[in-house]
């Protein structure tokens, strides 16, 4: 255990710890975001306001959300070569076989760019959306149009799940636990009626290498909890959705995720569903 940990369970510390920690990743980075948010939306010319230029442009349309569970195949991916598709993480190792790249491709994870930067950089066809910690931090594609990703109380616990669902992308995304969850709010923001999920098992195995379709040296060390909380986040964005005018649909094969309507992709695919 760490001094951190031990620190945090100690019961005569762990209260002071926590109200110091509440009142530097909670208040003072509220305060502080706050102030950068307003700040990128009235400057002139500042790239965080190029999202808004996608504001309701698919609107009607259905797009494809690939994550990376371990279900996800090559051969459901090339099924989609001709749809609306958002890639993320290590979708971005298929692009070389797959003889196309997504759509659109989002990254949030410092730790998942590093793994990835030098694959993501050498494609510049896809519209990257980046969170602001890896715009302000790291070379990024030269097109990647940057967020403002609000971490609500996430840097200070996990103890208590909390989320929203952004209605204006272009202010601020929520963090969901998960790039995903990011990438929802954007293509509810850009206008897609139907959003459709694959590869999204929400059902993480302790074995690091069994974690993701492919295996790039990145695993969560919280995997026993991660499906728990992207779950959480999942239902604030279904209840979110059923008053406005798009569906998450899950077109994963197998998996977790039971909260949205199952679709086969197939069936999808052939106008079946």
Not at 131 to 157: E, G, M, Q, V, W
Not at 172 to 192: K, N, P, R
Not at 211 to 233: K, T, W
Not at 252 to 257: C, E, P
């Amino acid at each position: 255990m760490s001094i951190k940990q031990t620190m945090w369970n100690n019961p005569l510390l762990s209260p002071f710890i926590n109200t110091a920690s509440y009142i530097k990743n909670v208040i003072w980075l509220r305060i502080v975001f706050k102030t950068k948010t307003l700040w990128r939306r009235v400057r002139k010319g500042s790239p965080y306001r190029e999202i808004e230029k996608y504001k309701d442009k698919y609107k009607g349309k259905r797009c494809f959300i690939i994550a990376t569970g371990p279900s996800l195949t090559e051969e459901d991916v090339q099924k989609l070569k001709n749809e609306y598709t958002f890639g993320m993480n290590s979708v971005c190792l298929m692009t070389e076989k797959l003889g196309w790249s997504t759509t659109f491709y989002g990254v949030q994870d410092p730790y998942v760019y590093e793994k990835l930067q030098g694959k993501i950089l050498a494609d510049s066809k896809p519209q990257y959306f980046v969170s602001d910690l890896l715009y302000n931090n790291y070379k990024c594609p030269s097109n990647a149009i940057p967020f403002s990703l609000n971490y609500l109380n996430h840097r200070h616990t996990y103890k208590r799940l909390f989320t929203k669902f952004s209605g204006n992308v272009a202010k601020e995304v929520f963090d969901g636990y998960t790039i995903t969850y990011s990438l929802m709010q954007i293509a509810a923001y850009m206008g897609f009626s139907k959003i459709y999920l694959i590869g999204n098992d929400c059902n993480y195995s302790k074995d690091p290498n069994k974690q993701h379709f492919a295996n790039y040296g990145h695993a969560d060390p919280n995997a026993d909890f991660s499906g728990r909380r992207i779950l959480f986040a999942y239902q604030v964005a279904r209840e979110y959705s059923k008053s406005k005018e798009f569906e998450i649909v899950n077109s994963t094969r197998g998996g977790a995720l039971e909260l949205y309507r199952r679709a086969d992709l197939d069936d999808v695919l052939a106008g079946k569903e």
